[in-house]
């Protein structure tokens, strides 16, 4: 008999690391710990190499009640989005790639979203389908949360990093898994370009 190939969507280890131990570790309470480690995600043991998509999903909405247990529902699954990529950045491969974004500038970085999101687990896909010298439509494939707005807030905090100003991330289309994105920028600092970047 053939080997059946795994279709499960995987949350790889580096994911939970970057948001879970590095950006909210020293955040979360201890009843948000216990509710976590109920759920299977237990921060005083060793990370599974990957995690499936629900599990993902429900150490979010601990994640979020927990550490912003008064913002308004949009404001703070933005703020858990902004938090992921904070985390993200004190990983070796973040560390790396975020050294190449801070040269690159906003738009040469959203050009590096796809290579990056794709990175964190086995399923996703990122298109930036419409590309400015000051704002891009970006499409992505499954946005790994219950809501479009923990994306919304990694790609704010991406653009941060790259030098942006006055960003706006806001969804324009959403069918509970897929979403399209608008973002705008201005005052961005000028940083050359890498030489021999090409489109995707």
């Known amino acids: ?16 690391d970057a ?10 309470s201890r009843e948000g710990r216990r509710r976590l480690k109920d759920m299977g995600l237990d921060l005083n043991e060793p990370l599974r190499p990957a995690y499936g998509l629900e599990l993902w999903k429900a150490f979010l909405r601990v994640a979020v009640s927990d550490v912003f247990p008064a ?5 703070a699954w933005c703020g858990l989005g ?11 491969q973040g560390r790396a790639s975020m050294s190449l974004v801070t040269r690159l500038g906003p738009r040469h970085t959203l050009e590096r979203v796809p290579h990056n999101v794709r990175a964190g687990n086995n399923f996703n896909e990122v298109r930036v ?17 219950d809501n479009p707005f923990f994306a919304c807030g990694f790609l704010a905090e991406t653009l941060r990093a790259a030098g942006a100003g006055d960003i706006s991330v806001h969804p324009v289309a959403f069918d509970g898994t897929a979403a399209t994105f608008r973002l705008t920028w201005t005052h961005a600092a000028t940083r050359p370009a890498a030489a021999g970047l090409t489109r995707r």
């Open 129 to 145: 389908e419409e590309l400015g010298t000051h704002g891009a439509t970006l499409w992505m494939k499954d946005v790994a949360a």
């Open 71 to 75: 913002a308004p529902p949009q404001e």
């Open 82 to 92: 902004e938090r992921y990529l904070q985390g993200f950045r004190q990983t070796a």
């Open 1 to 16: 008999m053939l080997p059946t190939l795994t279709t499960e969507k995987l949350v790889f280890a580096q994911s939970v």
């Open 19 to 28: 948001l879970f131990v590095r950006a909210l570790g020293p955040h979360l």
